[in-house]
């Protein structure tokens, strides 16, 4: 099994990243998705999730309201809109599949800086 986030990149504040993570080997419909980052010095923390079908999506209170996630079931990919990014978005960002078990991406980075 694999998940390859891509999209990460540096940004000015008040711009957007779409995240993508692409998922291979095993049945991606099954599974909850969700996106965490960890930040220099802090504990990884949960950012969006999504339900298998795409039903119902779960967001931190810190980007409720700024970033969107969505899933293609058909392609296998969950992707995080990432809108009115601020300073304190900078982080290493995780892709995230869970059921019967958890797989984690390797990271990609996204810097917030003027």
């Known amino acids: 099994a694999q998940l390859e986030e891509s999209g990460g990149g540096l940004v000015q504040p008040g711009g957007s990243l779409r995240l993508s993570c692409a998922a291979s080997g095993f049945t991606f419909s099954r599974y909850i998705m969700s996106w965490y980052r960890q930040a220099p010095g802090k504990e990884r923390e949960l950012v969006a999730s999504i339900t298998s079908a795409g039903g119902s999506t779960n967001y931190a209170g810190s980007v409720k309201g700024r970033f969107t996630i969505s899933r293609d079931n058909v392609k296998n990919t969950v992707y995080l809109q990432m809108d009115s990014l601020k300073a304190e978005d900078t982080a290493v960002y995780y892709c995230?599949?869970?059921?019967?078990?958890?797989?984690w991406g390797q990271g990609t980075q996204v810097t917030v800086t003027s």
């Open positions: 995230n599949a869970r059921w019967d078990i958890q797989y």
